[in-house]
């Protein structure tokens, strides 16, 4: 079986407030992009294996990849599960905020399930995901998805993007690198909403998309930003080329905009 998967850029991510068990309630409009794909490769086998095709394979350890993860839990559930040999090429950019690993998460789910008839239905699949990832679950749709909670609860969003062509771009540092931000650096600083009054994202997305700068907010830009000031730099070229919208994606470091076609 081979599955090619998908990434995904935040239009918009208001960090609300913090929860009791340390993660913060958000809100968000998830947009799958189709720009990098990985391929995952998955065939039985006797023994559980994994294989990563990266330039920098020694990022994360193989066997403690999203994709075994995603095996591993449902082994776990359904005892009569193959070992399987995973062989992942790594497309989609590490540390970019695009979703690259729970998007192979996620696929790597609904193939077992399909490969193995082991007739888990799409909310079955769903809570899984949400257990690998507070993302993953989205993976499982192909469409734009507004997202609260830890972005675990999805709704469908009606927005039509079909005029607008989706542009993603990784910054480079001073020394030819991409820029990569870990999720904690993005939420060092953080001030959640509950103390201040925002433009409700969902008020926000329904709004032209010519007034979108400046009420469609990534909360993460003011605490990322600075630290990186590639990002910025990179989200004014954008607009100088002739995007409608840009802003940075998740918590970094890719820059999406969306230009007329």
């Not at 990022?59 to 995603?70: E, N």
Request: hydrophobic fraction near 40%.
């Amino acid at each position: 079986m081979i599955l090619h998967t998908c990434t995904k850029v935040n239009v918009g991510l208001n960090v609300i407030r913090r929860r009791p068990d340390g993660y913060h309630d958000i809100e968000t409009l998830f947009v799958p992009y189709y720009g990098y794909s990985d391929t995952i490769t998955v065939e039985p086998a006797k023994y559980l294996t994994v294989s990563i095709d990266h330039p920098d394979y020694t990022l994360w350890d193989p066997m403690d990849d999203l994709t075994v993860r995603a095996w591993r839990m449902l082994k776990a559930d359904f005892p009569e599960l193959p070992a399987v040999y995973i062989h992942l090429e790594k497309h989609a950019p590490v540390g970019a905020g695009l979703g690259g690993g729970s998007a192979d998460a996620a696929f790597m789910l609904r193939g077992l399930n399909d490969m193995f008839n082991l007739g888990l239905s799409a909310p079955a699949l769903s809570s899984y995901a949400s257990r690998l990832g507070s993302d993953c679950a989205f993976f499982l749709h192909n469409r734009p998805m507004f997202a609260t909670g830890r972005g675990e609860i999805l709704e469908p969003f009606d927005i039509d993007l079909s005029g607008y062509e989706l542009r993603v771009e990784i910054p480079l540092d001073a020394s030819g690198d991409p820029v990569s931000v870990s999720t904690k650096e993005a939420y060092s600083g953080i001030v959640p909403r509950d103390s201040w009054q925002p433009l409700p994202l969902r008020d926000a997305l329904r709004l032209p998309m010519e007034q979108w700068k400046g009420n469609v907010v990534n909360d993460f830009e003011t605490t990322v930003c600075p630290r990186h000031p590639e990002i910025p730099a990179l989200i004014q070229d954008f607009y100088r080329r002739g995007a409608v919208y840009a802003a940075m994606s998740g918590s970094g470091s890719s820059v999406f905009g969306f230009f007329r076609k």
